[in-house]
């Protein structure tokens, strides 16, 4: 028997390299699986998961050799203990040609929080993790080893399958797992979504197994990011700040930002939107004309790269940062490296070379290999020399024709080609795109790194990294992709990703950010995706963010959005202390008339969040999805918070009236808050397209006061009250039309339920629709920035 002391974990391991027992040290509770064997380390050979026969440790050297009886491979580990942790690296290989190493999956009985992209599990009081020491060890299970029966089949809110994650649940508790490959030869197995292709060799250190390293601690499970911390400063792993901060404590980590189209010639306008917000950062969503080579839009950057450094120190004088967003490795069918002469480094699903000659005319080709051909894509696309072609199908047997050729498309030359000559299917993508092989992927990443020192860009999501599994190379393609952009950049930079990355790049990532609001309402887009975010969020020690959120003009499908749908928005950014990102092409913020209020409202509640304004009970009720709030400014660190109700929508439509019948309805309504003064917006909606309709003197009755609005409202406009008696009519993007005054003050809606009473002319045939939301407000609470 061994025993270590991984901070307060003690580990036992047996003379078969099996842990036997991990241990609090310090309560002497066993966290150990008791039913199912756990080797330190397994190796995989010709796809087979072998498990070591005997470990031996030599306390001299702190290496413990495992010898595995079938294959007869002996690895060698060496082992250092650390104050918080202890580490573990492969030395040496011998006896046999092994494919991967697995460091586990570790079996615990903790059954609490499954860290499955930070790789540490807890139950609330005592946590075990595990930690890549380097981009060649991955977080995961081998995509070609079969799982193991104690691993759940599923994962309630698992972002990602079993394969991507350092931890998961088991039968009994949770697992940890990590492993290396070897990949200094090529294999076929499953790469992405498909089930066995060609995966190339490649060179360097990073391709052996040999260097292979982790950690392992066990800690109180408040004491997590301390002990990560600790392990990242004492083994070289990234350690990014901001403004001097630990990425994964500063609060900055989590703020807000603005999304904009900016370009040189409105980058002081977009600095200016931003200020208003109160925020530091703004990021452009598409600045470039192409993914690979990575050339800005000239109509947005004339000038280029100068153009965009001139956009950034602009920003930076006024204390904003500036920040874009890319595709990682997708690259555009109009980037050099595919057209007009493919690069040779576009990354291949797999090799076929001609039986027969090609002339520059033919459209049917016949070739040795179906297998690339056949793999099921968006696009049907091949590289052959400098040209490319797309195809209809393949032939259903030997010979393998491809049928339905077109030949040089997307501007490639067409071209006579020899038997024996290679043709590669293109990877391609739903997005319209191909991608690299590692080594041409080496250059997108050298690309956007200098666009960064050069400019002083400070943020950057990189979308679309599942592209760098196309490479064949999982995880570790991923791994590289984004240190060669951390590494060469060189200064602060918030970032975050797409998809779960292996578990080295989370010492990397500021954050993930998702949630998008394209195609629905503010308060339905992935709304159960965004909630179930946070929770990923906190399990994973990540700083909390809640998505994108648009701001909207209207249009035929959406109205333009109000200071009700943002405030909705804010206030679950508070509940969940979340960051966000507000998107608004500068034609909405020039556009939309309210745009001075949203983003006011953005910067008091965004002031108040990040001064931890807001107790714990407030939180919890701000975070509830169905409620809605109000915060008001009272001065310097102090604000009032109303809690809203907005009924729903009351409609008055004429086409349901009697002959005879004078226009109006009748409305029941409850309101849950004490006696208050009218507050309404209402809308007048035109029927059939008929935009020249309208309303005239629109007129509220309630508990015996009759309120009527002097005015004529048209169709495709608002007329909205804030409890006083001044109405103000807005067009469709709230822009300020009149204002009128009525003669008596608004009527006033009692606590409890009463009957709302709504009457107007209605002009135009087809008449138009009238309707109206009601807001009452409850009693403010205080809300001031905390003394911490």
């Not at 400063?233 to 989590?254: D, F, M, Q, R, Y």
């Not at 032939?395 to 997307?410: D, F, I, K, Q, Y």
């Not at 006061?705 to 103000?728: H, I, S």
């Amino acid at each position: 028997m061994y025993s270590w002391q991984a901070g307060k974990l003690t580990i036992v391991l047996d003379g078969k390299g099996q842990i036997t027992d991990m241990t609090n040290a310090v309560s002497g509770k066993s966290y150990a699986s008791a039913a199912h064997a756990t080797p330190l380390l397994r190796v995989i050979i010709d796809g087979r998961l072998e498990a070591p026969l005997t470990a031996d440790y030599e306390v001299g050297s702190g290496v413990l050799t495992f010898l595995f009886e079938e294959s007869g491979a002996k690895v060698g580990v060496v082992i250092r203990v650390k104050e918080l942790y202890m580490t573990f690296a492969v030395t040496f290989i011998d006896g046999a040609d092994v494919d991967a190493v697995v460091w586990g999956p570790y079996v615990t009985t903790i059954a609490g929080s499954i860290g499955e992209a930070v790789g540490v599990v807890h139950n609330g009081q005592f946590a075990i993790g595990i930690q890549a020491l380097n981009v060649k060890t991955i977080g995961g299970w081998p995509m070609e080893a079969e799982k193991l029966q104690f691993a759940d089949q599923s994962f309630e809110d698992a972002k990602f399958e079993y394969e991507s994650c350092a931890a998961w649940p088991s039968s009994e508790g949770s697992l940890l797992q990590l492993f290396t490959r070897n990949r200094t030869k090529a294999t076929r197995r499953p790469v992405w979504n498909l089930p066995d292709i060609e995966v190339a060799a490649i060179g360097g250190g990073e391709a052996e197994i040999v260097g292979s390293s982790i950690a392992m601690f066990g800690c109180e499970a408040n004491r997590v990011l301390d002990t990560i911390e600790a392990v990242e400063l004492g083994e070289g792993l990234p350690h990014p700040t901001i403004e001097g901060v630990w990425g994964k404590t500063s609060p900055s980590a989590n703020q807000s930002y603005l999304i904009t189209d900016f370009s040189e010639s409105t980058m002081a306008e977009a600095v200016q939107y931003t200020m208003k917000a109160g925020l530091k950062y703004v990021y452009h969503p598409d600045p470039f004309g192409q993914w690979g080579h990575f050339s800005l839009k000239p109509h947005s950057f004339p000038n280029g790269d100068d153009g965009l450094k001139n956009c950034v120190e602009l920003a930076e004088c006024m204390g904003v940062h500036v920040g874009l967003h890319t595709l990682s490795n997708f690259t555009t069918l109009n980037d050099p490296y595919v057209t007009p002469v493919p690069d040779e480094r576009l990354q291949a699903v797999g090799v076929a070379r001609l039986t027969e000659p090609v002339g520059m005319d033919d459209q049917v080709m016949v070739f040795d290999n179906p297998r690339p051909f056949a793999a099921h894509l968006y696009r049907r696309s091949a590289r052959i020399g400098s040209e490319l072609i797309e195809y209809d199908a393949i032939s259903e047997s030997a010979p393998w024709t491809l049928l339905g050729v077109r030949r040089g498309v997307n501007g490639t030359a067409a071209y006579a080609h020899e038997a024996g000559t290679e043709i590669s299917r293109l990877w391609d993508h739903g997005y319209d795109v191909f991608f690299p092989k590692l080594e041409l992927q080496d250059e997108y990443c050298q690309r956007i790194a200098e666009l960064f020192r050069k400019t002083g860009l400070k943020q950057i999501s990189f979308d679309g990294l599942e592209g760098c599994y196309a490479s064949g190379h999982d995880g570790y393609g991923v791994n590289r992709f984004v240190k060669m952009c951390y590494e060469g950049w060189g200064e602060e930079v918030i970032n975050d990703a797409s998809i779960v990355v292996p578990n080295y790049l989370w010492h990397i990532f500021t954050r993930f950010n998702w949630g998008e609001p394209w195609g629905a309402a503010t308060r339905e887009g992935q709304l159960e995706w965004r909630l179930s975010n946070q929770r990923f969020f906190a399990r994973n020690f990540i700083p909390p963010m809640l998505g994108w959120f648009l701001v909207r003009s209207a249009t035929d499908q959406f109205e333009a959005t109000v200071l009700d749908e943002i405030e909705w928005v804010l206030s679950k950014a508070a509940g969940f202390n979340a960051g966000f990102a507000l998107v608004a092409d500068m034609g909405v913020l020039q556009r939309n008339g309210n745009i001075n209020e949203l983003l006011e409202s953005v910067s008091q509640w965004e002031m108040a969040r990040q001064a931890g304004a807001f107790t714990e009970e407030q939180q919890e009720r701000l975070r509830d999805p169905k409620g809605d709030w109000h915060l008001r400014s009272e001065g310097e660190g102090r604000w009032s918070l109303y809690p809203v109700s907005i009924s729903k929508p009351f409609v008055c439509n004429p086409a349901e009236l009697q002959p005879g019948q004078p226009g109006g309805a009748d409305w029941t309504f409850y309101n849950r808050h004490a006696d208050q003064p009218l507050k309404f917006i209402l809308r007048v909606m035109p029927s059939y397209g008929n935009d020249d309709a309208s309303v005239k003197r629109p007129a509220f009755f309630a508990n015996g006061v009759y309120m009527t609005f002097e005015t004529e409202v048209l169709a495709n406009q608002y007329l909205v009250c804030d409890g006083d008696r001044t109405g103000k009519i807005y067009d469709l993007n709230w822009n300020l039309q009149k204002t009128v005054e009525t003669s008596v003050d608004a009527v006033i809606v009692r606590n409890g339920g009463q009957t709302l009473s709504f009457s107007c002319k209605f002009e135009g045939e087809p008449k138009p629709l009238v309707s109206v939301k009601v807001f009452t407000w409850g009693e403010p609470e205080t809300v001031e920035a905390s003394s911490r």
